[in-house]
Structure formats: C-alpha cells, structure tokens
C-alpha cells in the first residue's frame, strides 16, 4: 500500500511490523489495528515484553542457550549427562529436541551455521567455545544436530576437524526417511542412505 | 509448540505475539528472535511506537478515521467538497478509496458493520453519528461503501432506513465485474447484476 496514512504515529507503528520478517504492509496494518482495538493495558503488555526482553535476557554462559540466569536450566540440571554435549544450530533445535524427550545430555547452541553466502564464518559461532569445552575435559561424547543442508553438513565438517584430535566420540544424528513419508517421494539421496546406514529390525519401532 | 520455552521472558513475548490474528507460537517465535538479534535501539522503537500510538492517537471528531489531531486532515481540508459523505466500514477502506484519487468528499467511518454473528449492533457503530451528521444539514450525498457481503448489505440496508427521510441523496459505489477478471469464473450473482446495471458506452474505459 503506496499511500499516505491518517496518523503519523499509525504509520510509524505500521512501519515498525513491516521490518519484521514476512510481514508485509497490509498485514502490518492488520495487527496494528488490531492492538488499537486492544484495551491500554493489552498493549502496553506487548511493547514491553519486547523491550524486557531486549534489556534483560542472558545467554547462558555454558551452552549459550536463551536463559533468565547466568546458567540455563538445563545447564544447571544436575540430573542431566554432562558428558553428553548436542551441538545444534538456534534456540529452536534445543526445544524441538526437549520436545522429543529422548535426550538427557545437554546442549551447544551454535547460533547459525557456516554460510559463505549469507557472510557467516566460522568465527561468527560459537564454535570455539565448543572446541574449549571438549579440550576442558568430561565431555565423552559431541552429537552433531545440524539441519542437513549443504551449509549444516559444511559446519559439521568444520567441527569434526577442530575436534577430532581430542579423542571425543563424534556422532550424527541419523538421517533416513521421516515417518509417515512415503518412500516413492524421498528424494534418492535421503532413500539410498537409510539403506546404507540400515539397522536390525528388533521388532519394535 | 506445546514445550518449555528456555526463558519466562522469551516466553512471555512469544506469548504476547502468538496473541495477534493468524501469528501462531512458531512465527511468533521467529518474530521475537529476530527482534533479539536487532539492536536494543530498535527493539525500543518497536515497543515505544505501539504503545505511543495506543496513548496518543485521536478519532476525528467529524469522520471517526484515526488522526493525530482533533480533526482529521480529510475533514480539515477546504478543497474538499464536505457535501459528499463517503460511508466505509474501517480505516483501511478510507486509505484504499483515498489511493484511486477518484474521490474528493469526505468519509464517515463506521468501525465495522452490523454482524449479528459477531455480536456486532448497530450500537456498536458510529451509525447513530452518521444520522446527526445528515440531519444536521449541508450534506446532499450519502455514498454507500461497504463491502459487498451480507453484512455490508444489512448495513447499507439500516443506514437507508434511518436516513431517507431526510431527503438526502443515497448512493452506493458500482458493483460488477472486477477489472482484468475473466467473464467465465464471474459469479452469477455479480455478473446478472453487471448486466442489470449495465451504462452507457462512451468510448472511454
């Protein structure tokens, strides 16, 4: 919308959720009146959690994570494996992997992957925080959870390189054909892994 | 997303987000992280335009649109013929119809339309406003211009009622078929009417 808006503060206020990723103008629009409709309070709620955030939110000092506090919860947790560090690329990995359950060690958080195209280097990471905590000591074991795109396969080379020396077990997280998908659409790279890198079948899934 | 957010504070914008129309908790969670990663100048110039525009902005006495003033820069407008009142639903309409250039009067915006489904009234409206504003004089032409749904009928159809006794001229904006539509995939309803209020052919489009 190539337009002159009623208010001055309407448009700027438009202009400000229109920088956010994927909002467009109309939308911006959309939400900001939307707010407007919202009691003072309401409103007030929503700036500030932002500019709260903002202000005070750490990252933990271990594995880097979102946290409120020097160390994060799961950081803290004593009754997780600390031998047990899973290098993911963002904040997002770590829930959808708490989501799942299965894993009790705990976390690196890399904050992206090595992307020559989008100008992100390896110093840009938390990648030599990495290799200093598996040369520290008690880590047994580092599980590469990177996305498996051509930029997670990048970093996850570049990482094994910088530790492999230290006599840590390296793995990956497996890669196959996803549940509920259905073999005649994997695409043959994905399919002729999950047959190279086949397991028992121990009757149960 | 149903998970343990890593921070309450992250949570708590994530939250205040996911409570926008159509933003779910995972764009909510994209939004707030990639507010995170902006300077904490432009995290506050996020918040602060939302919460200043809540506490500041005015509703022009004469038309309803938002303004930064006690009238708006429509109303306060000489050049434009204050004889003719456009009749739209919200704010957005009147900058849509404003955008065309092809219309110099001013506006009566109603702040929605009568929608009983929604719990909507003609109370809830800036109807009664409307008819004061007709029946105060000076007025010679009222322009229906709701969207053509059954709740911009219904509307249209209670503003004729309350109003033509007072002898001003009703109208309503043109219904029919939409510019670069294709005949064939026109509703029946639109294109019988298209027919039935067919004009004059001039040679100009």
Redesign the interface.
Known sequence: ??????????E??VN??A?????GAK?A????????R?D?E????????????????KYCSECH????TEI???CADARRDHTIVCVVE???D???I??THQYKGVYHVLGGVISPMDGVGPSDLEIQSLVDRVNKGGVNEVVLALSPTMEGDTTNFYIYRKIEQSGVNITMIARGVAQNDELQYTDEITLGRSIINRVTFTGKI
Chains 1, 2 share one sequence.
């Not at 309401?42 to 939110?57: Q, Y």
């Not at 994570?65 to 409120?68: C, L, Q, W």
């Open positions: 919308m190539n337009q002159q808006y009623p208010s001055a503060l309407l700027r206020a400000e959720f920088k956010l990723p994927g909002i939308t629009m959309r939400l900001v009146l939307h707010l407007l919202q003072k309401t409103v007030e709620n929503f700036g500030h959690s932002l500019i709260t955030l903002k202000n005070e939110v994570n979102i946290s409120d994060c919860g799961i963002n904040i997002q770590v829930m959808a708490e989501n």
